[in-house]
């Protein structure tokens, strides 16, 4: 829609502007910046209500929410009040959320290096020509397309240590059978992790190979009359000119992966023993399931506060770049 | 030429953008209205509305069909609302702080102390309901803080499912003692086939499994670090240690532990009647039903009580709640109780209507018997039953793998004591 509306646009506007301006009496410079202003207001306008409405507001509510007492009976009375920092300590004295903090982190860099690593290795090979790439690609990108609690489900049926298909596999090829997936403490949060990786290679490989398309053929040539070898020239060539796409690729994925909540429900509900808690399935947990509102802010707030820091990250990241 | 889309209306597929603008404009203004008007939904004079977890089909069409009749006896329009079960509470929350609540709330009854608690529910005495012929658990089953605040159509727990012919053909008697089901699992235990199969996951499942093996030992919920709740977490960890429970038992739902029985790769289970329509769909499956064992013989086997229950939401129209009320109390009348009980396999809350019941579905006859001695979750504990349930789901999945059941539960129960 947008793209009708432009070029309606452009040959109203350009040959008319001149001519006006000619025939009728002139507007004051002054006038027409003001008027040019207000339009452009006009155009931001909607984005910054939205974004105050839809941001901003559920933002600052959820900080205001979790210095309050916010209960069940909070939606009755509308009361909810202030508590000072009680919900803070409560959360942090809870043994919980230390281990759930660090559970994130393992999650959060497992899962990147994995999908990362993966991503562009599938992104590098897909680069060359050969018979049946563009059916291969597609496919690979099916577990993007199939919704997180549907692939939860799956996968918590594919690693049942006794009837799931992957221990039978393993059994049948003579390495292992008995690896209990999900269900013992120290194996659940690296299975966990093991899908995630499944679910964001595609993201990343098509993301980089996007990359990978706009690296000029002509470096690649220069390097080998230069004698670089096939690693040199990736290392050398085609990792420096993708550096803006990995960033990108990174944050985003840091973005998504950090806030896990679906995928770790429809797999094992936070157990065993709390071994797969994560701070997404706390705050859900604690607001939900507790129906402690005010904890439940607590440990959202703090979810929100590391995705600002790496956005800023970000940001200056390419600010830089663009110098 | 027109498609019919599957809402049934007509679409014409020419004037692309019109078809595009309108509704864009149409959703727009719409949006605008609503945030404008507060998003306070207006109550229809004359319809009232029952909110529901009624999301299958079949239940939808037993409750719209019990609705119906009951719109015909009163003289009114009732209308259903059907949201998923893990958002009824949250969805009504809501609907208070928007003052749009329904006029009668089913709400599952581990959940309806934290709503009455939370000054939702107008007792239901006061609207003139009574609780006659109805069973003291199942009384206590709807009430918080001595108050009866919720009446139930009909409630369910937990019983023991086995395989007849397999058992027949090891030539075992169904167990009634924790000892006896210990050595009949092992016995039953060959190949890819455990003896028995229950929940111990992560969330109310495992906690609702749980609760018989620890009521019948004496546990309490309000003390989780005694001897009697330990007992039962042994006694579990001795069945998985034994082999006789799969190692996945941990991370498994009560509909994963169906799955397994109906697949043959448990001999007997733990389990609810909710699951004997799929039992039945299954050809060739000959099951049987009994009381879940006790420790020694002559314990009572005390089962959960499960099921929703129908109440009156805090709306502050008192003419709509006694006419709410009038609503409760036709479906939840004997011959309601007795129709739902036949479509959903739970047993009716009433006496009478649990008497008449029996002689219907002779076949679950044990359930009948485990209801009467079952309790209710949160009688004791009210609605801190949230916090007793997250530390206890995760003391006996530390327990069985791998921890002492009595430093698991120790923990467990400072972490209910700190948390208040």
Redesign the interface.
Known sequence: MSSTTASAAVPHTEPKAPAAGAAKKPVSPRRAKRRRQLAQWGFIAPAVIFMALFFGYPLVRNIVMSFQDYSPSTFFTGEAPFNGTDNWSNVFDDGLFGKALWQTILFTVGSLVGQFCIGLALAVFFSRRFPLNGVLRSLILLPWLVPMVVSGIVWRRIFDQDTGVLNSFLGTIGIGGDTPWLTSTSMALVSVILVNIWIGIPFNMVILYGGLQEVPKELHEAASLDGASAWRTFRSVTLPMLKPVITVVLVLGFMSTVKILDLVLALTDGGPADSTQTLGTLTYQNSFVQMDFGAGAVVGNILILISAVFAVFYLRVNRNEGK | MTEISPDGTDRRPSRRTRR?VVPLTVVSAILTGAVLSGCGQQRDDDVYTVMNSSTDESYHRWDGDTLARCSKQLGITIEQQSVPAAQV??KA??M??SKSLPDVLQLDASEMP??A????LIPLKDLGLTTTDIPEGIVDFGSFDGKYYGAARTVNTLALFYNKDTLDKAGLKVPTTWAEMQSTAKKLTQG?R?GLALSA???EDGVFQFTPFMWSNGGDESKLDTPEVAGALDYWKALLKDGSL??????WTQADVND?FM?G?AAMMINGPWQVETLNAKKGLNWGIAEIPVPEAGDDSVGPLGGGVLTVP?TGDSEREKTAAKIIGCMAGEQEQITYALNSWMVPANTKAAAVWRTKAPELAALAGQVSTARSRTAKVGAQW??VS?AL??AF??A????SSEAALKRAQQ?VT??N
């Open positions: 595009i509470m949250t929350l809501r208070a702080s934290t709503f608690e939370a000054g939702g890819k455990y996951g992560g969330a799969s190692k996945s038992t941990v991370n397994q697949a790769n805090n949230s916090s997250l789901q995760s999945q530390s069985l793998t791998g921890e972490q700190s948390g």
